[in-house]
């Protein structure tokens, strides 16, 4: 593959190539570029004696490192991005004049940051939590930041209270704890006493928490933004990013595991698929809604709370981002982005939600601290692709070196440049939305039902999902200490569903709800994650093999899964190779040591004629971890024994063959395809 297809040479690339540096095969230098004849041992008076201050090389390698670490995200701190392109279908020029939304041949490089966001930097990565999912179109009229997550609303409506919200799920400050998880009692004591998080929580609780992969979750700008055409027109606008793999998660037991296995598993994920190829594809969707149709629905468009519902407004495919490229390094480019919700480009404006103005002003301010200054638009992954001149100067670490006397507006002496655009010339001019008001500290009454959508989405969900759900807020509210916490939750949640509350006020012990109860019945299919796309495609099969496997079926096999995109990695007790019939030989990828079965999607029990007891064990932990979670299995000669329950054999995705290796090898692959086979849940 050459290099043009990893997303090597476009305009981004290009310009970061200019800051790229390679220390292989050079001279070691100080940073003032002498060169050093010693990096062991420090300059001492004698042998013995005490390193002495001019050692300047010491000196300048200490300090370095004493502050190479910046403050990380306030929230969002564990993140991994990728480098990509993003291409419209056809012309948005009805809608908005955005130039990078206009002419399906261009390709506008991107930069897209996902992560978890209530950990900190080295957390756990399959923590119960939201998603962030940001992205930066570096297009030719400016970055346009598309900054949302992978839940479609939010926890609250006003910004102002954005601190205590953090302050609620963070871990506690008089002993920090827990980290990465909101089972705590002050987050809990948070939602309770803060019910326009009802929504939000629902989908927090469900298994849209625990996304499978970056590469398989929605994403959502979730505030109404504006697009405006060349005309002045302008339309209310929702974003989605729809996963061309389909929208798929883990379940919680496995998530857990994950975390301890592999804290490293979503970023594994991405970089992985990346590298052999598979690259990561997001379509772009638009919800629109006309301006005067602001008023059509049961729900205020402004509020951050509340979807719209794709069968009401349906979502509009309009073009599709390819991840193609991972980064050169991970603190240039991945830990110094700086996203913001306000850097947008002509054609894309704000609304009046609370949530987003009060957005608009946090982001500059924690970049401020967190990269130490406002230069940081100058740093290579945060500049723009197109030229840009202000009157902008100095500030802590300014590398752009502005020539001449003139740095103000206006002046005769430099031709009154550099000289703002018109409208036509491309000058962004925000919306002229008329606004009058008096300033007011409330809420508008339009804002204040905060359970119809979150029973919307309850009545929405399939069986299985509600299960998930129940047993999210059983897991949650079980670790929360405090009765009379559990018990107002409970009562909360009453609203959203009497049978979800009764539900887990039996597993948690507290009193069932009195009252409760709610009236809507309508469903909204899209939301249910039974109706998403599947597909075997870049699904992760253990293969569990020992000597002596039989290898013209084996090979056969994993051939025929390949066609489909499955790949398939073999485990057995040992590194090396293993030894099969017909001259049959496989690298081993992993032993039971260093893989285990919750890092896999399925299973493919195979065995081998020279099978130690301690083997079987192994082979029938991870058969049962996968069965357990639900997991396609197939099972072929002597791994049919590790499916050691009477009933495995004859449950639903258990597959097993002996006779003919192509049917085996389409039933196990269809099966692959269909993920996981909830009918085996117990409940
Ligand atoms: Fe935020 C980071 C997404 C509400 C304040 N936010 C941050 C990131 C994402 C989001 C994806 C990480 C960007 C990256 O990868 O660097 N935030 C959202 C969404 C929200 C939201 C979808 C609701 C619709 N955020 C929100 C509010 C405030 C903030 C209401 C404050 C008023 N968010 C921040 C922040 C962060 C941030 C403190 C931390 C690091 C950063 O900005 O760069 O400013």
Redesign the pocket.
């Known amino acids: 593959m050459g290099d043009d297809h990893k997303g090597r040479n476009n305009k981004k690339d290009k310009q970061l190539e200019q800051f790229r540096t390679d220390d292989r095969d050079k001279k070691m230098t100080t940073d003032q570029g002498v060169k050093v004849s010693e990096d062991e041992f420090s300059l001492k008076a004698g042998e013995r004696g005490p390193t002495l201050m001019e050692d300047f090389h010491f000196r300048e390698k200490m300090t370095h490192f004493d502050h190479e670490r910046i403050p990380e995200?306030?929230?969002?701190?564990r993140?991994f991005?990728a480098h990509g392109e993003f291409q419209v279908y056809e012309s948005m020029k009805e809608y908005t004049k955005a130039g990078f939304l206009q002419d399906p041949s261009v390709k506008t490089p991107v930069f897209v940051?996902?992560?978890t966001?209530a950990g900190s930097k080295g957390s756990a990565e399959t923590a119960r939590d939201?998603?962030?999912?940001?992205t930066k179109f570096y297009t030719e009229e400016g970055n346009y930041d598309l900054?949302?997550?992978n839940?479609p609303?939010?926890?609250?409506q006003d910004?102002?209270?954005?601190?205590d919200?953090?302050h609620s799920f963070k871990p506690e400050p008089h002993n920090g704890m827990p980290q990465a998880a909101t089972a705590h009692d002050t987050f809990w004591d948070f939602v309770a006493n803060n019910q326009e998080a009802a929504h939000m929580v629902m989908w927090t609780m469900s298994d849209r928490a625990l996304p499978r992969s970056f590469r398989m979750m929605e994403g959502?700008?979730?505030?109404t933004f504006r697009f405006v055409n060349d005309k002045g027109e302008a339309h209310f606008v929702k974003f989605h990013w729809k996963p061309v793999l389909g929208t798929h998660s883990l379940v919680w037991d496995e998530a857990q595991k994950i975390g301890g296995k592999d804290p490293d598993f979503h970023r594994g994920d991405l970089y992985g698929s990346i590298e052999a190829g598979n690259y990561p594809e997001f379509e772009l969707g638009v919800q629109i809604i006309k301006e005067e149709d602001e008023f059509k629905f049961d729900f205020d468009i402004l509020d951050?709370t509340k979807l719209w519902p794709e069968e009401d407004v349906p979502v509009k495919i309009i073009g599709k981002m390819t991840l193609n490229r991972n980064v050169d390094n991970v603190f240039a480019e991945?830990e110094q982005?700086?996203?913001?919700?306000g850097n947008v480009v002509p054609g894309i404006d704000f609304s009046n939600d609370p949530?987003?103005q009060?957005?608009l002003?946090?982001?500059t301010?924690?970049?401020l601290i967190?990269l130490g200054g406002p230069n940081f638009h100058e740093l290579p992954i945060n500049r723009p692709v197109c030229p840009y001149h202000n009157n902008q100067r100095d500030g802590y670490n300014r590398m752009t070196i502005n020539k001449g006397p003139v740095s103000y507006h206006n002046n005769s002496l430099a031709n009154n440049t550099p000289a703002t655009s018109t409208e036509e010339e491309g000058g962004y001019v925000h919306y002229q939305e008329k606004v009058e008001g008096r300033k007011v500290r409330s809420r508008s009454e339009s804002f204040k039902d905060h359970f119809s959508q979150a029973a919307l989405f309850w009545n929405s969900m399939s069986e299985t999902e509600k299960e998930h759900i129940i047993s999210g807020f059983s897991f949650e509210l079980g670790k929360v200490g405090s009765k009379s916490v559990q018990q107002q939750n409970v009562d909360m949640f009453a609203n959203v569903s009497l049978d979800l509350a009764k539900a887990i006020a039996d597993n948690i012990g507290v009193n069932p709800p009195e009252g409760g109860g709610s009236d809507v019945t309508k469903t909204s299919p899209a939301l249910s994650q039974e109706n998403t796309k599947k597909t075997p495609s870049t699904r992760k099969v253990a293969v569990l093999v020992s000597e002596g496997f039989d290898g013209s079926e084996v090979s056969s096999v994993l051939a025929a899964l390949k066609v489909e995109g499955v790949i398939p990695e073999i485990v057995s007790n040992k590194l090396g190779t293993v030894k099969g019939s017909d001259n049959a030989e496989f690298n081993v990828d992993h032993t039971f040591l260093t893989a285990d079965s919750v890092l896999f999607d399925a299973v493919y029990a195979v065995g081998g004629n020279d099978v130690s007891q301690k083997f079987h064990q192994d082979a029938m932990y991870f058969v049962d971890e996968a069965f357990k979670h639900f997991k396609p299995i197939g099972a072929t000669h002597e791994g049919k024994k590790w499916l050691k329950k009477a009933d495995l054999e004859k449950s639903s995705g258990v597959i097993l063959g002996d006779d003919d290796s192509s049917e085996f090898a389409r039933n196990f692959s269809e099966a692959i395809g269909a993920h996981r086979f909830w009918d085996r849940q117990i409940v």
């Open positions: 995200r306030a929230v969002h701190a993140g991005a940051r996902f992560s966001v939201a998603r962030g999912f940001a900054v949302g997550n839940i609303v939010f926890f609250i910004a102002i209270k954005f601190p919200l953090v959502f700008g979730v505030h951050a991945t982005v700086a996203f913001h919700p949530l987003l009060g957005r002003f946090s982001y301010d924690t970049q967190r």
